[in-house]
């Protein structure tokens, strides 16, 4: 008897590239950053599904139009959180996903679900963790008078905003900013490394060793961080 399957993996085959969800609440606007970032030929993760607890969520609709397939779960029609999170997780299976990406997704999840997902699922946050956790981020960091702000992904935790931190970028805080010029500076930085996060993650160079996102390979400590030179 011989052996004539195809090795499992040819070296000159490229890995497959992670099924991706996104779970967003809103406007999605860093939603709309990762699927565009995904069209690159080279990037290692698909977006396969939209998923939004607000079935009005503008998100969606966007998302619908570049054929990404795109649900809406009102939770307010689940008895419960589980009952919600059950339904949520039957989708996820039927779609294959690898990795869950939570973009605006206002919604706190039980310590089961958060769980079952176990550095496999990101989050972002318009803060430098684990400083203004929360809503309201930007009114506290200025009231705090931080001169440095920015924003955070991380993999999600129990915890809200709790999770081994994977990349931030940190932005100024000029005298004269408000909430909203705060936000959109931050913003900027959000859709720049939401995607590079997810590239690290989904290439399999980050690992969580001691409850740290520990990123290996190229240019390790240089992917992990965005300083705030020039971008004002
Ligand atoms: C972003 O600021 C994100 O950091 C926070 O919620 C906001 C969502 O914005 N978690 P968008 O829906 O991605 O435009």
């Known amino acids: 008897m011989h052996n004539t399957a195809a090795p499992d993996s040819p070296p000159n085959r490229p890995a497959a590239r992670k099924r991706v969800a996104i779970l967003i609440s ?8 990762l699927v565009e970032a995904a069209k690159a030929p080279d990037f290692p993760a698909e ?20 054929g990404i397939p795109a649900l809406g779960l ?17 989708a996820l299976e039927l779609a294959r996903v690898d990795l869950v990406v939570l973009a ?6 039980t310590a089961e679900f958060v769980g ?7 989050n972002i946050h318009p803060s ?3 400083s203004f956790k929360g809503l309201d981020t930007h009114a506290r960091a200025l009231a705090a008078g931080v001169k440095l702000a ?21 932005v100024p805080v000029l005298a004269d900013d ?29 690992a969580v060793i001691d409850g740290r996102a520990v990123v290996s390979g190229g240019e390790a400590a240089e992917a992990a961080l965005v300083a705030p030179t020039g971008q004002c």
């Open 178 to 206: 408000t909430q909203e010029t705060l936000a959109n500076r931050i913003l900027k930085q959000e859709h720049r490394i939401y995607p590079a996060a997810l590239r690290l993650v989904a290439e399999g160079r980050v």
């Open 128 to 130: 430098l963790l684990p």
């Open 150 to 170: 920015g924003c955070t992904v991380h993999f999600v935790r129990a915890e809200m905003d709790e999770g081994p931190i994977i990349m931030q970028a940190a």
């Open 26 to 33: 809103g406007r999605g606007s860093n939603m709309m950053s």
């Open 47 to 66: 977006i396969v599904m939209v998923i939004s607890n607000r079935p009005d969520a503008a998100g969606l609709a966007w998302a619908r139009a570049q």
């Open 104 to 109: 605006g997704f206002m919604r706190l999840m």
């Open 74 to 90: 009102d939770h307010k029609r689940y008895e419960s959180r589980a009952h919600f999170e059950g339904q949520l997780q039957q």
């Open 116 to 122: 079952a997902w176990r550095d496999r699922m990101l």
